[in-house]
């Protein structure tokens, strides 16, 4: 929980190199898109498009752009407050050693841009693999699960 927790204040803060030293080099970060099927069929997610598909040097570059003058869709940058919840813990994976660790958690992100009074909210679950790498936890694998077919944002230029 407390690798949860520092994580949201990393992100919310702005401190996104910070951020980057808790992902393993093997990172790999999902966020696909929900889609909608025919009535009665329910709600799923593409296998082929995503919001955000990344790996560390994918998360690295967009962390270098924000530093620099092309990250227009974040001039000014989107303010954020994160609440991480209902966390649920496994050990382990099939193909996985005891190192790993399994943790589903639910996830709001609130949205300011510019000078508008009312949020943008983002709301999903989040399926994290966190491993043990020199007595550290490393984010190893996400997957974000967005709840809403719509973001309602611009572009997605926060990680979640």
């Not at 204040?9 to 951020?19: G, V």
Request: with cysteine; aromatic share 10%.
């Amino acid at each position: 929980m407390e690798f949860l927790f520092t994580e949201a204040a990393l992100l919310d803060d702005q401190r996104l190199k910070d951020w980057l030293q808790l992902l393993a080099p093997d990172i790999d970060y999902k966020v696909p898109v929900r889609v909608v099927r025919e009535k009665g069929k329910g709600f799923g997610f593409s296998e082929d498009a995503f919001y955000m598909k990344e790996d560390f040097g994918t998360l690295n570059t967009r962390i270098k752009r924000f530093d620099s003058e092309f990250a227009w869709a974040e001039t000014p940058p989107t303010r954020t407050r994160r609440l991480v919840g209902n966390i649920r813990m496994t050990n382990g994976h099939p193909g996985g050693g005891d190192e790993e660790t399994r943790v589903l958690s639910n996830l709001a992100v609130y949205c300011y841009r510019g000078d508008t009074p009312a949020p943008i909210v983002l709301t999903a679950e989040r399926h994290d693999m966190l491993r043990r790498d020199d007595g550290a936890l490393k984010l190893v694998n996400r997957v974000v699960l967005l709840d809403s077919t719509v973001l309602g944002l611009q572009a997605l230029s926060i990680f979640l």
